[in-house]
């Protein structure tokens, strides 16, 4: 189920957004200030949060930096009372999906909402995708995950043999079964899935 965090000080917008959302089928939860948001928040929920900009305390953009920084990747919708050039600017390059005036029609709210709902989606999938590849890497032993960082450099299993101080055929077995671990039957594919976590030449 595709959750709508609204988070706005103002209790009649909460309102008439939750109501209007909910007449579409999706599920929302409301809160009146960003702590109780973060206070409540399960990242692990599928779903965007619509923000309020102008709220006392932390306001949506500072909310949304809190949440980058906790290395949480929810869609955010900004909704604004006072839509001004530079505020949306700064909001759509920290990665927002909207940024709409108040009042908000509900056709660009859902439309907003349909993306916000693929950019999840497509968050998940990625991150899913990393905590496998990181699953497999940390079950790699101490000398095979040595023996990976020398082959995604480049290195050659007689060069490796060299740094490790031991000889070609021990590298040949550590990299065959590393290899093996990984899921992975070829140099390039190597590469390519340790450049996804990080692990680069």
């Given amino acids: 189920m595709f959750t709508i965090f609204l988070v706005d000080d103002d209790s009649r917008v909460l309102k008439a957004l939750a109501r209007l ?17 973060l206070a409540d928040h399960d990242p692990d929920i599928p ?6 900009v102008a709220m006392p ?6 909310l949304q930096q809190v949440l980058t920084k906790k290395g949480v990747h929810r869609p955010v919708i900004f909704i604004t009372g006072r839509g001004d050039i530079p505020t949306s600017v700064r909001a759509m ?7 709409l005036t108040k009042p908000v029609s509900n056709e660009d709210l859902l439309g907003a909402i349909d993306r916000a709902k693929e950019q999840d989606a497509k968050n998940r999938l990625i991150h899913a995708e990393l905590a496998a ?3 497999k890497i940390a079950a790699l032993t101490p000398r095979e995950r040595e023996v990976l960082t020398h082959v995604v450099a480049g ?4 060069q490796i043999a060299g740094d490790l101080g ?8 550590h990299r065959s079964r590393m290899m093996e671990k990984l899921g992975v039957r070829t140099v390039a594919e190597l590469v ?3 450049g996804k976590v990080g692990i680069s030449k």
């Fill in 47 to 52: 779903g965007c949060a619509v923000l309020d």
């Fill in 133 to 135: 590849i990181q699953g």
């Fill in 155 to 158: 290195r050659l299993n007689k």
């Fill in 57 to 62: 305390s932390l306001d949506g953009l500072e």
């Fill in 166 to 173: 031991t000889v070609e055929k021990t590298i040949k077995v």
């Fill in 93 to 99: 390059k920290a990665g927002a999906i909207d940024f």
């Fill in 21 to 37: 959302l909910r007449a579409k089928g999706y599920e929302t939860q409301s809160y009146s200030s960003p702590q109780a948001f």
């Fill in 192 to 194: 390519r899935m340790a």
